[in-house]
């Protein structure tokens, strides 16, 4: 009897069995269980992206439809709170705003859509307001839509989005950069002072002058640690010139150093022009430094490979004064120069002069009316006359 019993619940729970995998074979389609659902497809439980109708799901390895934010293979995707459904475009989420692209991945930095630019931080979320990407600043309306073309708040910003700064807030914004701290003040003449300390300590100054005759910048640094940051400001503040001619002049100071110019444009001669084209006609180039400030009518530096070589200048007091003097290895370039601005001596002479200047820096001739210098310490050949 007992043997009986055994056998007959073996069958009866083999028939359930079947029934429940016979059942299970032919679910399919959306089923919901403690509060979950899955898909079925031909019976088997589905996993993955899952395309049902005209919208997007996933299910995850259990094969629960997910909803909210899910990070799958290196992206995120906001599936509806409600039907689990994949979204695009723009989704507002915990009172923020982020947009997910036509496969439902969600963008990050700059994008494009309806006429206007967007940014999207590294988490997703659109900003709005004044921010700093890539070391430029730009302005972004409520709505995230950049700004260009306009002014917000006094500045100016450009065609591209870019706040346009002026060349002292360039200057400043590369201070902050490397950490230093500037304190300003107004000069008698009206520009203004930028004295520059790095952990409480003085390492220079820069001084803008931004209206007037005497329009144009200074700067100046301690010792020659500061180099690539003066070079930095120069660049910002306009200086009309390369990094390694801005290095060359520093190099040749020792010690403390500065750099002055001006953008007052200066008046051409005939002799000025014919001088600066024999300057380019030799490979260097001339480039005006100062016009019409600190005795100078003018004040040329001559650069030759990115290199400092040279100098040409008049000064206005005592008569007038013009002066040629460089390295001596372009003495020929110096007494073409020279010549051009009306040095008064003729060209064998002067070349004569200078070669004995250059073997015996002693000598001087007393019968002419110019002089001639040269100092083999530094290899530099000065020629001088007044006017």
Known sequence: MKKLFVTIFTVAFLLVGISSTSEAATKTGW????????????????????????????????????????????????????????????VNSGGKWYYLNSSGAMKTGWFYTGGKWYYLNSSGAMLTGWQTIGGKQYYLYPSGAMASNTTVSGKTIGSDGVVVLSKVDKALESLKSFGATVH??????????????????????????????DEGYEIGFVTHTYTDLAVQLALDLGYNGTVDEIKSLINKQNGPFDIRWNTTPVQLTAQLTKAINDVASSGAIAKLQLSNEMGYVFNYYIFKNNQYIGQIYELDYLGGQISVNGNVQYADLLETVALDLGIPSTSDHLKTYVQKVINDPSYIDYGVNYQVRYSPANEVLVINWNL
Request: aromatic fraction near 20%.
């Open 31 to 90: 089923v919901k269980s403690a509060e979950h659902w899955f898909y079925y497809q031909s019976g088997h439980l589905y996993k993955g992206w899952l395309k049902s109708g005209n919208s997007w799901y996933y299910m995850d390895s259990s094969g629960v439809m997910k909803t909210g934010w899910v990070y799958v293979n290196k992206n995120w995707y906001y599936l509806n709170t409600t039907n689990g459904a994949m979204k695009t475009g723009w």
């Open 184 to 213: 300003s003040e107004i000069e008698s003449d009206g520009g203004t002072l930028y004295n520059i300390q790095k952990g409480n300590i003085n390492i220079g100054f820069f001084i803008a002058r931004t209206s007037g005759q």
